[in-house]
Each structure stands twice: as structure tokens, then as C-alpha cells.
Nanobody, 120 residues
């Protein structure tokens, strides 16, 4: 069974920083793309940042220049460094990853979400 477990959320003042982590565990054969999404109250879930196996990066326009996604393949972990946080960044942040469990095809897994709250 594959699981994604996020950590690092919390409450921060505007202008502050947080670093989110998401570790994949279980019987994993291969991990392809990994990414971060967020969902604010009353809004749809949106892509924040994504990283491929070749470390190609993609960011939402709203976070470019402030957020940085990275991954450590030795730890099956993806990170999201968030700087210059704004109140509008407040949301539940979810990581996802395209993972092939041992003996299974690729499947998109989601973490349970971690709350990020930015106060003004």
C-alpha cells in the first residue's frame, strides 16, 4: 500500500515562510511526476507546482518567484518552499504523485492535506 504523508503546514504572518514536505512510502516500484495543489474555502483545487522525474518545473502564475518545488528521489520526498507568503495563499495544501506500486500500473496518489494559514 502506497501512502503520501505531508508535513510542515501551520500559521504564519504575511511575508513569512514555510516549507512543506511530502514523503511517499510503501511498496514503490517507480515515482514519476510529483506536485503540490491547494484548495481554499469555497474554491476549486488548483495546481501550485509540479516537478517531473527530469526535474522540469511548472508553477502557477500566482506563486512564481515565491515558491520553489524540489524533490529528493533517495527519500521519495517532494518539498515546497514557500516564501513571501500572502493571505491569499491560505488553503489546504495537498501533494500528489504518479506512482507505480510493485506489480501495479502507474496511479495518482494524494496526501491527506496540510493547512497553511497566512495572517495579514
Amino acid at each position: 500500500q502506497v501512502q503520501l504523508v505531508e508535513s510542515g503546514g501551520g500559521l504564519v504572518q504575511a511575508g513569512g515562510s514555510l516549507r512543506l514536505s511530502c514523503a511517499a512510502s510503501g511498496s514503490i516500484s517507480r515515482i514519476n511526476g510529483m506536485g503540490w495543489y491547494r484548495q481554499a474555502p469555497g474554491k476549486q483545487r488548483e495546481m501550485v507546482a509540479a516537478i517531473t522525474t527530469g526535474s522540469d518545473l511548472n508553477y502557477a502564475d500566482s506563486v512564481k518567484g515565491r515558491f520553489t518545488i524540489s524533490r529528493d528521489n533517495t527519500k521519495n520526498t517532494v518539498y515546497l518552499q514557500m516564501n513571501s507568503l500572502k493571505p491569499e495563499d491560505t488553503a489546504v495544501y495537498y501533494c500528489n504523485a504518479l506512482i507505480a506500486a510493485t506489480g501495479s500500473p502507474l496511479y495518482t496518489y494524494w496526501g491527506q492535506g496540510t493547512q497553511v494559514t497566512v495572517s495579514s
